[in-house]
């Protein structure tokens, strides 16, 4: 018998985490958000070293990710992945901004290719980036996959503002705890 369902799920532990009526002001604030989902992930050991989150135009949160990969016996759960799916939920859109501008998604990690993908049609106005796809590369033995050269490039000629770097340290702190810890691949 074939599967005809499947359904994908955060730990139990980020809804004790996260304050869902908070109000994220700036982009430090959306980011420190997904990199402590991405150290809170590693801690609990409930997937790999990514997190992300989608907010409104007012920084009020639509939904949270994490890795979730190996827990969910899943390619697709990355953490990005999980917040567009959750996003898309909880909104009732299928392209999050669609009457709605000003979504943003924050990440602690770089987009692979899988996600970066997915961003164009998720409907975000601003993407933001904590450490590098080659701070990845780097750190662990995550492979991000072929992105285009020209990969910010291709965003903002289809209206997706972005922004890297932001709160860089913070999430490379969390990749290299991670491969400390023997860097399970997730
Ligand atoms: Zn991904």
Same mark, same amino acid.
């Given at each position: ?9 955060? *730990? ?36 790999? *070293? ?60 770089? *987009? ?75």
């Amino acid at each position: 018998m074939l599967s005809h369902d499947a359904r994908l799920a955060l *730990p139990d532990w980020v809804g004790a985490e996260i304050d869902a009526t908070a109000v994220y002001r700036d982009d430090e604030a959306r980011m420190a958000l997904a990199v402590r989902l991405s150290a809170l992930n590693v801690e609990r050991g409930t997937g790999g *070293p990514f997190g992300a989150a989608v907010f409104d135009a007012q920084g009020r949160l639509l939904a949270v990710g994490v890795n979730r990969v190996v827990p969910e016996t899943s390619s697709i759960a990355h953490a990005e992945m999980m917040a567009y799916l959750l996003a898309q939920k909880h909104t009732g859109r299928a392209r999050l901004n669609d009457g709605h501008p000003g979504i943003t998604l924050a990440a602690s990690g770089q *987009p692979c290719c899988m996600c970066y993908g997915a961003t164009f049609w998720a409907g975000i106005d601003t993407l933001l980036i904590g450490a590098s796809s080659a701070d990845v590369m780097e750190l662990t033995d995550f492979d991000e996959g072929p992105l285009p050269a020209d990969w910010r490039g291709e965003l903002e000629r289809r209206g997706i503002a972005v922004r890297e770097g932001v709160l860089r340290e913070a999430a490379r702190e969390v990749l290299s705890r991670y491969a400390a810890g023997g860097g399970i691949h997730y």
